[in-house]
Each structure stands twice: as C-alpha cells, then as structure tokens.
C-alpha cells in the first residue's frame, strides 16, 4: 500500500479504510437480509408441516419421513433434521401472525431479525408464551 501512496498519503489511507468499512458493512447487512430471507423460509414450511402433521398422529413417522424426503431432494441442506422441522413448527405456531406483514417492522416480523438458533432458544423458554418471546427477542435485538 505505501508504493501506491503518491500524492496524498494519509487522505488515500483514510479512503481505504472507508472502504473497508463500508465493505464490512455490507457483509453485515446481506447476512442479515439472507437471515430474514431464511427464517420467513422456516416460517411458511412451519405453517405447512403445522396443517400438515395434524393429518397425522403422533407416532406415524411424519417428521423422520418428511426429513428424509427433503434430504433426499436437497441433499446439500443440512436443515432438514426432524428436530429442526419440527422448531418450525413451533416458530410458526409460536407467531402465527408474524409472516403475514412482511415489510412491517413491528413485534410480529422482529423475530425474523434475528438468528435461528436464538429463536429456537426463546422456544425453548417460552414455549407458547408469545408475550415472553417477544421480550426475548427484543432484549436480543439491543
């Protein structure tokens, strides 16, 4: 960098630190976007297997069958695992309204801001408590 430096040394320096910043800015803000994108994903296939699974009593498989089905379609996607289908479910059912207003920023699209693993972590505290969720995910957020 100090061969390039000709003119101005410190105002080019300045200008490529901008640059790095900016740039990890933008790392920060497409990971979040792709971490709305995923989580309203979890969220319609909650709904799905949420209409879906009540066909079917507990013991019929439904969970190991349905994962097995997408693993065998989406090889790649590690996301598939009947626990985790079954968080869907319950990140559905634990805000059923949420996906509902997709540009809305409000306490009903606030838990697709942050990350899956938080979320399965205030389900597990709060099961079907959506008022205690929320405080979760807003004490999160800050």
Known sequence: MEKLVIVDG?????????ISNEF???QIRAAVKINDEMLRFYWKLGKD???MSKQY???SGFYKILSDDLKKVLPDVKSFSPTNLKYMRYFYELYP????????VDDSTIVFRIPWGHNRTIIDKCKNNVDKALFYVRKTLV
Do not use: F, L, V
């Open 49 to 51: 297997i949420s209409t």
């Open 97 to 104: 309204c949420a996906g509902n207003r997709p540009q809305a």
């Open 10 to 18: 410190e105002s080019y320096k300045d200008w490529i630190t901008e």
């Open 24 to 26: 990890k800015r933008s």
């Open 57 to 59: 009593g507990y013991g």
